[in-house]
């Protein structure tokens, strides 16, 4: 299966630059993206495992955590901006029943 995608690959890249039935083609490139659907060789042998990131979750962590504390900050002070300016002041239920 890896050897039938590879000899695609090859050639689609090849034939990108041969004149065609309208002269020379210029469609957008194909952006290929690493991926890895199989885990054995067509012999039977077990392909070794990919390389694991180091720190994976902490780096999650540390970009979303800030950010979200951005956005919060900055969503209420805009939630403030609009009550100062009367555009939007949340209604106060009466709920004396």
């Not at 590879?6 to 991926?35: D, E, H, K, Y």
């Not at 070794?48 to 956005?71: E, N, Q, S």
């Amino acid at each position: 299966m890896a050897g039938l995608a590879g000899r695609l690959l090859a050639a689609a890249a090849g034939s990108r630059g041969r004149p065609g039935p309208g002269g020379l083609r210029s469609g957008p490139a194909v952006t290929v993206v690493p991926s890895r659907s199989e885990t054995f060789t067509r012999s039977g042998a077990i392909l070794p495992k990919p390389p694991k990131m180091p720190f994976g979750l902490l780096r999650v962590f540390t970009v979303v955590i800030p950010f979200l504390y951005i956005g919060t900050q900055i969503s209420k002070n805009f939630a403030a901006l609009l009550e100062e300016h009367d555009i939007f002041v949340p209604e106060d239920d009466d709920d004396d029943d």
